[in-house]
């Protein structure tokens, strides 16, 4: 090379420098033009002659020193910007290329963002995809240089999981039930690991359904506790939490009267501990697994219903009360005769009779199961009067 010599011109890459000069026979000043990328070919024209040495220039890879805003739903679709430097050339606005074709990507720990923009040179914009995580590293890759992000303020975070209620709210201090927890964040897809714990204790197996729904079985506990998800892979601080308690079952101690005749109608009072019914709960008595009628819950140790008709007893009377369940067994109360009215030879030729005693049943529907007999002869008809006379 010369400096009498004319049509001197140096390239990096396929963009010829702003400005070549001559330095000496074997050197020359470039004015690199901006640019991208990495390894790129240096390549030297003078009139008809052209040498290149391959990969033998990278301009500076990109540096990302924060995000506006840094965090987005689970839900994605959310724009970012992301700031920093040497994110190249306008290409897109010079050419009108779309960002792809000037290879300009963004990503979010292991998704792609899309819908990326160039902004300038130190700014780019686009579209988080759904996911989970927290102080997840954002790449920016421009050509082939790539730069993860390091500094302050250079981590996306989708927002932790927030919970807003349960079903059921409380179950029994034996658990064992199932407890939905819905709300949002949980993640679109299966977590590689999710726990919710009651207190210090675990609520599992966990089963994931939806990013607003969570589902685990209840282990034993008492009183009154708190509740929280974390989702492992994605946070490192649990979900907000909510109240949660566990109720003792129902106690049945006695009833009143302390034995029931089959054909029902009578009023029961159903004695014991833990009876109270909480806003919410749903109260039913059965007997022999038939509906008492008309439950009510009186105050935390008593309930009421109505007998309903029943087989032979002895029964098993169960209270549920939501999900809490107890049962005790009552005993059938045996029909006793006291007197029998009747005129002597009403008795001889055969007619009505009158028969008083107790337990014949509170109810018309009597009628249907009693039965009379006189020196092991069946009375027919048997009418039914009330609970002490036939």
């Known amino acids: 090379m010369g400096p009498t010599l004319g049509g001197l011109s140096a390239f990096v890459g396929n963009t010829e420098c702003t400005s070549s000069s001559w330095v000496s026979t074997t050197s020359l000043d470039c004015q690199v033009p901006p640019g991208v990328g990495s390894e790129l070919p240096v390549s030297v024209q003078l009139g008809k002659y052209l040498d290149l040495v391959d990969k033998a220039y990278s301009y500076e890879i990109p540096a990302v020193t924060g995000l506006s805003p840094a965090y987005a739903p689970t839900g994605g679709n959310s724009s970012i910007l992301v700031l920093g430097e040497r994110f190249g050339p306008s290409c897109a606005v010079a050419s009108g290329l779309p960002p792809s074709i000037c290879n300009i990507e963004v990503s979010v720990g292991s998704t792609s963002c899309s819908d990326v923009l160039w902004v300038s040179e130190t700014a780019l914009s686009c579209k ?10 954002v790449a920016v890759t421009v050509d082939r240089g790539v730069n993860d992000l390091n500094g302050t303020g250079g981590y996306f975070t989708y927002a932790a999981p927030d919970v807003a209620s349960l079903i059921p709210p409380s179950v029994p201090t034996y658990g064992g039930l199932d407890v939905t927890m819905l709300g949002s964040n949980f993640g679109f897809e299966q977590p590689s690991q999710i726990d919710i714990a009651i207190g210090s204790t675990a609520c599992e197996p966990v089963i994931w ?14 009183g009154t506790r708190t509740i929280s998800a974390n989702v492992m892979d994605s946070f490192k601080t649990p979900s907000n939490t909510v109240r949660f308690s566990y109720l003792e079952p129902p106690l049945l101690e ?22 109270s019914v909480y ?4 109260l039913s008595i059965t007997i022999a697994n038939v509906p008492c009628l008309n439950p009510v819950g009186v105050s935390a140790t008593r309930l009421t219903c109505v007998t309903p008709p029943l087989g032979n007893g002895p029964w098993n009377v169960v209270v549920q009360i ?23 030879p ?7 009779i009158t028969i008083m005693g107790r337990h014949f049943g509170v109810d018309p529907t009597s009628q249907s199961v009693i039965s009379a007999s006189v020196e092991r002869q069946r009375c027919q008809p ?9």
């Not at 029902?264 to 004695?271: A, D, E, R, S």
């Not at 806003?279 to 749903?282: D, F, K, L, R």
């Not at 939501?322 to 002597?344: K, M, Q």
């Not at 048997?382 to 036939?390: K, T």
Request: charged content about 15%.
């Open 346 to 352: 009403v008795i001889e030729s055969g007619g009505p």
């Open 382 to 390: 048997v009418e039914w009067v009330s609970d002490s006379s036939i």
């Open 209 to 222: 359904t939806s990013d607003s729904s969570l589902q685990c079985r209840s282990a034993p506990g008492d």
């Open 322 to 344: 939501g999900n809490r369940r107890g049962d005790l067994v009552i005993a059938e109360a045996n029909p006793s005769i006291t007197a029998v009215s009747a005129f002597a």
């Open 128 to 137: 988080v995809g759904s996911g989970i995580g927290s102080e997840l590293l």
């Open 254 to 275: 006695a009833f009143t009267p302390s034995k029931v005749v089959p054909p029902g109608g009578q009023q029961l009072t159903v004695h014991g501990r833990y009876l």
């Open 279 to 282: 806003s919410g709960e749903a």
